[in-house]
């Protein structure tokens, strides 16, 4: 099966989860003048969550989709489910935030295992595993960070676990790490199949969903909005754009200041070829989601045919992402040894949403950002790694706040965007910020 979708304005590689999820559902394109109560831009994770949950409540609500559901970010990612913010502990957000952090807090803590809970509420063959996420520190200086990070989220009640080199070592089979931290809500999934199978639950719930319907734009109108196509409009009370990291990829305008503070970061996934079962026994055993606390990050975890899945990143990876396949090679071997000779099958890419707080560091994540785009208009952006559990929330959020839940009672802290005033050029640059981040990580050991 090759990648869904139309021509867009990137030529991604064929991706390990586009050759094995179920198919999604049939959709047409937008044609003509049609109204609903919510209009959501957007069919990926964001996009068909606030869909299912406003369905659920008996809500009409049309999802206008540039490619095919999953086609971007939700579908391109390496499948980790993990409760928690790529840089930031809780009393960050809080600190950011005040109260609205706390909320937020609290529907990130409980991200992973809402995920899991709608995955089989509604029987999604996502090959979901809730065995867990795991962070090592690559340094024993970075173990305070794990400690922080086990003493603030306990403290919230989330059930998350310090663990030592030699408990650390037995969990991931590698001698490689220090210790660190886990939550055991956390797990893994194959990305588009959730994707594609939220988009049949959306759609048998009574959603319309519009593949092949880039929006051009939307407007304030007439007491309601109204999102255009090249080929339609969408009339409605409400509206969610749910686009991130891909706002700006096929109408540079449709929504400006929001495309322009998140700058897109091509991240490169591959899966190896299938590991025998003596070996695979001997590498994260127990099959717990692995992302360490490198700034360029090493992280793997098993998928449904006993292939191990990871990735890298390069300043110019060429063609279909060779420039990588032996570096990451030779990372796996480093950590397990017992690996033997690494081949991929699979290497492709996507983008991740990065919103840097702080341009003078960026090796620092920023933070989510959650905007009023008028009366009952809304949108977020800047998932920096962490959108897959966080998505499924965040989409059950929009809706309760499309259908007039106060903002109190909702965990979504809503600032203005922030637009980077030098954005196309940063974003061209970023990938050369990849030395300075191992050069720090190998001072930092």
């Not at 299912?52 to 086609?71: D, F, M, N, Q, T």
């Not at 991931?172 to 199949?193: K, Y």
């Not at 109408?251 to 495309?259: F, G, V």
Request: hydrophobic share 45%.
């Amino acid at each position: 099966m090759s990648d869904p979708g139309a021509p867009a304005p990137v030529t991604w590689p064929p991706s390990l989860w586009a050759a094995t999820a179920q198919d999604g559902p049939v959709l047409s394109s937008l044609s003509g003048e049609v109204a609903a109560d919510v209009v959501v831009i957007g069919a990926g994770f964001t996009g068909l969550s606030t869909a299912i949950h406003l369905r659920e409540v008996g809500v009409s609500v049309i999802v206008l989709e540039a490619a095919e559901p999953g086609w971007g970010a939700s579908g391109r990612n390496n499948g980790q489910v993990i409760p928690t913010l790529a840089g930031h502990d809780p009393s960050a957000m809080t600190a950011r935030h005040g109260e609205a952090g706390e909320r937020f807090n609290a529907v990130l803590r409980d991200s992973a295992q809402y995920l899991f809970d709608i995955v089989r509420r509604f029987d999604i063959p996502a090959e979901a595993e809730q065995a867990g996420w795991v962070q090592p520190v690559h340094s024993p200086g970075r173990f305070k960070v794990a400690e922080k990070r086990v003493r603030e989220w306990s403290g919230l009640g989330a059930p998350v676990e310090l663990l030592d080199r030699e408990a650390m070592a037995r969990m991931l089979g590698s001698q490689a790490w220090f210790g660190g931290f886990w939550n055991r809500t956390g797990g893994h999934i194959n990305p588009l199949a959730l994707a594609r199978g939220l988009a049949h639950v959306a759609t048998g719930l009574g959603a319309t969903i519009h593949a092949r319907s880039p929006v051009t734009g939307f407007v304030r109108e007439g007491g309601g909005w109204v999102a255009r196509t090249a080929a339609g409009s969408v009339k409605a009370k409400a509206l969610v754009l749910a686009t991130n990291a891909y706002t700006g990829e096929f109408a540079p305008d449709l929504a400006p200041d929001i495309a322009r503070e998140v700058i897109p970061i091509l991240s490169w996934q591959m899966a190896t070829r299938p590991i025998s079962d003596n070996v695979a026994k001997t590498i994260i055993p127990d099959r717990q989601a692995m992302s360490d606390t490198h700034r360029e990050l090493y992280f793997a975890r098993w998928d449904a045919r006993n292939r191990l899945v990871t990735g890298g990143a390069a300043v110019v990876p060429g063609q279909g992402g060779a420039n990588i396949r032996r570096q990451v090679a030779a990372r796996l071997q480093a950590l397990w040894p017992q690996i033997g000779e690494v081949e991929f099958d699979y290497v492709w890419s996507g983008y991740v949403g990065m919103t840097p707080d702080n341009l003078l560091k960026p090796q620092v994540p920023g933070f989510p950002r959650f905007h009023r785009l008028g009366p009952d208009g809304y949108a977020w952006a800047g998932c920096n790694g962490r959108a897959v559990a966080l998505s499924i929330s965040i989409g059950r959020e929009l809706a309760k706040l499309t259908q007039g839940v106060p903002e109190k009672e909702l965990g979504l802290p809503f600032s203005e965007p922030t637009p980077q005033p030098l954005q196309p050029l940063i974003r061209r640059i970023a990938p050369f910020a990849l030395p300075l981040y191992r050069y720090l990580d190998r001072k930092e050991v």
